[in-house]
């Protein structure tokens, strides 16, 4: 089919604007229309009505606008079977979490339980699932162990110290810092939720988070080494601490427990095969089978029945109290020592959780505050760190759990925490003799989703090199400056990459694409033609303080014109036609002086006398120039300017050529009229320094929607410094928002106004051809004009 008829064609006819005249026809607002004075918000915001109280009470509690609207009929079922099944994945993988967390495991029971209820009121989301997860778990681990390492909990025995560890004593501390670090991370989300900052997570980039995760993946499955083998192999913190732990673990590997490893290895093999099944017939399955449950069931069983502890000296998770612990006020004064940690904990939670939540909510239509679900996961965190539990977020794997077993809202959420909360009543006591090691087979073999993310490098480096860069930046400083400090570094870094982006963007010239008004880049588009005279520059990035000079420095290259030289060397000109106007002055000074000598005291007669007038006159004034045999511009017309009475300097000028023979002409003036007459003629292109066919230079600005003071000061600079070698220059394409900040900027002034400014590209080419003519000022050529000067004092010198 004809592109010409698939595509369909339009016309339209208007009036070339302008920013004066597009406000005009446009009503634009002032900005106290659109940005009402400081007193009214403030009055406004304080002003209570009931709608806005009703608005402010669904907003904040999310669970008043469904929970009255839930159907029993519609939902009640899929969430009761999806919450049973999300609460069976809750009970491994809070065990489990938590020796990631180094607290004993009803500590992760109670945090799939607390949180997960405080979600239901207050969340946005209707899909995921709050609990423990494995990189905050991780995180958890990496500050208990770093305020409270074994050595801190020896028990001494007079002078002596025994390698025994107050484990009792230890884990009661461990607890007390996780506590502090939840409620910490939870008060610092709640403070970026409440002044609106949910676009905080937008900092973490995808590839960012997925290097990051798999990282700490690494991370997870070294701290469980010693639980898999049965080494005591001690636990470093801070930078490089994993490769001092791997070492540390290396270096016993002698000491291997075999019992234990057996029952790891069993372990890990069972799940695997069983994963991989339960994914094969999944698509014929109501719901997933709970492989971790029957695992931890089975584990736990064989190891009563078969006395796992007392006779092979299999490390079991020991005593799980029955009942719900009573709130406490954490620890206050370990905020200093964990604040680094809590903000880390703060963002990433929150990142994962929200990247989650818009996920789902895109696949099912809905929407999710990401400013309430900063204030949803903080109340989690703060009222969970009460209990005792360590911080949560969202879980990919029960999300999904809950999604694919029918969940509809929140009320799925409900169920499970029932689950936990019978669990720990009634029977938290049956898992007292549940091997670690099985617990650490169930955490290792969860990371094999995070272990496939290495396959990015071969992606990101086939789509985008930045950001395989900054995954990994990512993961290197995440594996050496551990969890906390390699997020900083990957965050600054990430940054970094955006500033330097903006530093260096493409800069290019357009063209116009024949018989359209659409304007292309000319270097990567074979049909785009420049208009004649006009140079379009655009920058693909917004120009700001940290830009502006690398924007100047491409306009100059990509126009051939090097402003600052010219502008030198008009300033030198200007100079040298004053000294040539004061010399023209006192030579006329002298000449009459010479005409009254020759009256008084050489009586010769007229003839005689006006011959050495003349030879005076050429010998002060004498000028030869050299004119091309057909001096011609590029629209094929003689256009000529040439220099007349000039003074030039071969030291400084670079623009004089050869004569050739038949070639010169000698004019000569003794007027002084006539000498400051043809040096007012002096200009740029006369004087055949540069070569150019410029008149107009249009700076597209489209693509910036903010400029600043240093941005602003350069664009006055441009405006007038190519005024002064009479080029004009236009914006086009300025969103509101630049021109508003133009104005605030003091940009406008009687020589720059609003009709420099144009609402696109082709209205501002069109103005351009409207003053200035469709045709291109003539090209000066150096070559063309040579001049030879006259000295009695010395032979003829040529300049080129």
């Known amino acids: 089919m004809d592109s010409r008829r698939r595509f369909g064609k339009y016309k339209v006819e208007r009036e070339v604007l302008d920013e004066e005249r597009l406000e005009e026809l446009s009503q634009r607002k002032t900005y106290s229309d659109i940005h009402p004075p400081l007193t009214k918000q403030l009055k406004e915001s304080f002003r209570c009505t009931v709608p806005k109280l009703k608005r402010s009470l669904v907003s904040s509690f999310p669970v008043l606008y469904w929970l009255p609207k839930y159907s029993v009929w519609d939902y009640g079922m899929p969430d009761l079977i999806s919450g049973i099944s999300v609460g069976i994945m809750h009970l491994p993988q809070g065990m489990a979490y938590a020796l990631l ?17 405080i979600y239901f009121i207050f969340g946005t989301s209707r899909h995921i699932s709050i609990g423990t997860f494995t990189i905050l778990s991780i995180m958890v681990g990496s500050v208990t162990e770093r305020l409270a390492p074994d050595v801190n909990f020896t028990i001494r025995n007079g002078t002596n110290v025994t390698e025994e560890v107050d484990i009792a004593t230890r884990d009661l501390y461990r607890v007390q810092v996780a506590a502090a670090t939840t409620v910490l991370g939870g008060l610092i989300q709640l403070f970026l939720g409440v002044v609106k900052f949910g676009f905080v997570g937008t900092y973490l980039s995808e590839p960012l988070v997925r290097a990051y995760t798999t990282a700490a993946a690494a991370h997870a499955v070294v701290g469980q080494l010693r639980n898999i083998s049965g080494v005591s192999a001690k636990r470093f913190s801070g930078p490089l601490s994993l490769i001092y732990t791997l070492v540390d673990v290396c270096s016993k590997l002698p000491q291997t427990h075999l019992p234990t490893l057996a029952v790891s290895a069993v372990t890990m093999t069972l799940l695997i095969a069983a994963k991989e099944l339960n994914g094969f017939f999944s698509s014929k399955l109501p719901v997933p089978v709970p492989v971790e449950l029957i695992t931890i069931i089975a584990g736990t069983l064989i190891s009563s029945y078969a006395h796992l502890r007392s006779n092979y000296s299999v490390s079991v998770v020991g005593e799980i109290p029955n009942g719900l612990q009573t709130p406490n006020v954490p620890s206050v004064s370990l905020f200093r020592e964990v604040i680094g940690d809590a903000f880390a904990l703060a963002v990433v939670g929150y990142a994962i959780s929200i990247s989650l939540g818009k996920t789902f909510a895109l696949k099912h239509g809905y929407k999710v505050d990401s400013n309430q679900e900063l204030v949803a996961l903080g109340l989690s965190n703060v009222a969970g760190g ?27 959420g409900l169920a499970s925490a029932l689950i936990v909360l019978v669990t720990i009543l009634k029977l938290g006591a049956l898992f007292q003799e549940l091997p670690k090691a099985v617990l650490a087979s169930v955490v290792l073999v969860n990371l094999k989703g995070m272990f496939k993310q290495y396959s990015d490098i071969v992606t990101l480096w086939r789509t985008n090199k930045t950001d395989l860069v900054v995954w990994l930046v990512t993961w290197v400083s995440t594996m050496l400056l551990n969890l906390d400090l390699g997020l900083a570094a990957s965050i600054t870094f990430a940054l ?14 357009l063209g116009n694409v024949p018989s359209t008004e659409l304007y292309v880049d000319m270097e990567t588009h074979r049909e785009a033609r420049q208009i004649p005279g006009v140079t379009i520059f655009r920058s693909s990035a917004t120009v700001y303080f940290a830009n502006a000079e690398l924007y100047l420095e491409a306009l100059k290259e990509k126009s051939g014109l090097d402003i600052t030289k010219m502008i030198l060397y008009k300033r030198q000109q200007e100079a040298k036609q004053k000294r040539g106007e004061k010399r023209a002055e006192r030579r006329a000074k002298r000449q009459a002086k010479r005409e009254v000598l020759f009256r008084r005291k050489m009586p010769m007669d007229g003839v005689i006398a006006e011959k050495e007038q003349q030879r005076w006159s050429e010998k002060e004034n004498g000028t030869v120039f050299v004119i091309p045999p057909s001096p011609r511009t590029l629209d094929g017309q003689c256009r000529w300017e040439y220099l007349k009475g000039g003074d030039p300097d071969c030291s400084s000028l670079g623009w004089l050529s050869e004569l050739q023979d038949g070639d010169t002409t000698t004019l000569g003036s003794s007027s002084e009229d006539t000498l400051s007459r043809d040096l007012e003629r002096v200009s740029l292109g006369s004087l055949g320094k540069w070569t150019w066919d410029i008149h107009s230079i249009i700076l597209d600005l489209s693509t910036a929607n903010f400029t600043d003071t240093v ?44 009709g420099n400014l144009f609402a696109s590209v082709h209205d501002a080419v069109l103005n351009c051809l409207n003053n200035r003519g469709a045709t ?7 070559s063309a004009v040579s001049v030879v000067e006259n000295s009695d004092s010395q032979n003829s010198r040529l300049f080129e």
């Open 496 to 509: 970094f990459t955006v500033i330097f982006r903006t530093q260096l963007p493409t800069y290019s010239v």
């Open 386 to 412: 009460f209990f005792q539990c360590f911080s949560v977020c969202a879980s990919m794997s029960r999300s999904l759990i809950q999604v694919t077993t029918g969940g509809k809202t929140q009320m799925a």
């Open 776 to 782: 291109s000022p003539p090209r000066f050529d150096p």
């Open 711 to 754: 941005a602003i000061k350069m664009f006055k600079n441009i405006f007038q410094d190519f005024s002064e070698i009479d080029v004009d220059i236009y914006l086009a394409g300025c969103q509101e928002s630049v021109v508003e900040q133009l104005e605030r900027g003091n940009f406008f002034s009687e020589t720059i106004t609003k």
């Open 101 to 117: 967390a180094s607290v004993p495991p009803v500590f992760g029971l109670y945090s799939s339980l607390y949180p997960t209820l």
